[in-house]
């Protein structure tokens, strides 16, 4: 991979960590939580979508990993 590739993949590394976390520690608490019925499907598309991509990219995925930690 090229160095612009690398720094590309801790960005996005990074930033995925950091929504992760700030979903995680968000307060819990929904006093207006009402979702509607397609909201349940929506949510299956971008799951199965997600995993999609990441069996597509899978070894980037392990190599940057390796790279970013190995440093």
């Known amino acids: 991979m090229t ?3 690398q ?3 801790k960005l996005t590394i ?3 960590c950091a929504l992760t976390l700030a979903v995680l ?3 819990q608490s929904a006093h207006a ?3 509607d019925p397609g909201s349940g499907s929506t949510a299956v598309q971008w799951i199965i979508a997600g995993v999609a ?3 597509r990219i899978k070894r980037q995925i ?3 990993f390796s790279n ?3 440093r």
Request: hydrophobic share 60%; with cysteine; proline share 4%.
């Open 33 to 35: 939580g009402y979702l």
């Open 7 to 9: 720094r590309i993949m």
């Open 53 to 55: 991509a990441i069996s």
């Open 68 to 70: 970013f930690f190995s």
């Open 62 to 64: 392990i190599d940057a």
């Open 3 to 5: 160095f612009f590739t």
């Open 25 to 27: 520690f968000s307060p």
């Open 14 to 16: 990074l930033v995925c």
